[in-house]
């Protein structure tokens, strides 16, 4: 199943996780990249955080999607993170996420190149061996 992510979703995605962070303090904003990088630098206008290369004790670590924890499990251990995705694939734990999703479902976000769809769900299938 492929769902189509959109510029007002993910603009209402931002401000709900202003709100929650809104009176918290970091050290500045890690996004994942690639799939984190848009979301970060959104909540960094809007939280007035700093975006920083590296995570770093106290920061909020931002990416798109949980599906694995393969990415999101190497920053676990830092001291202070806040962790939030705009989708999670399981029931966080240790990570906010703004939505639920399937576990079969695609995303498309609207900053990706719609015409490679099915070559990017495929790749990322083939390399995660998801069959």
Request: hydrophobic letters at 35%.
């Given at each position: 199943?492929?769902?189509?992510f959109t510029w ?5 995605s931002?401000e709900?996780?202003?709100n ?20 970060a630098?959104?909540?960094s206008?809007?939280l007035?955080?700093?975006l920083?290369s590296?995570?770093?004790k ?5 990416d798109?999607v949980y599906e694995?924890?393969i990415t999101l499990n190497?920053f676990?251990?830092i001291?202070?993170a806040t962790?939030?995705v ?7 734990t240790?990570?906010?996420?703004v ?17 490679n769809?099915?070559?990017d ?7 995660r061996?998801?069959?």
């Open positions: 199943m492929i769902s189509y007002t979703e993910f603009d209402n931002v709900h996780i202003t929650k962070c809104k009176f918290l303090d970091f050290s500045g904003i890690y996004g994942v990249p690639r799939g984190g990088l848009c979301l630098v959104a909540l206008h809007k007035n955080i700093n920083i590296e995570p770093k106290n920061s909020l670590i931002v798109d694995t924890g190497n676990k251990d001291d202070g962790f939030f705009l989708f999670s694939k399981i029931k966080p240790w990570w906010n996420s939505y639920l999703s399937e576990e079969k479902e695609w995303i498309v976000f609207p900053w990706e190149n719609t015409l769809i099915q070559k769900r495929k790749d990322y299938i083939n390399k061996g998801l069959s």
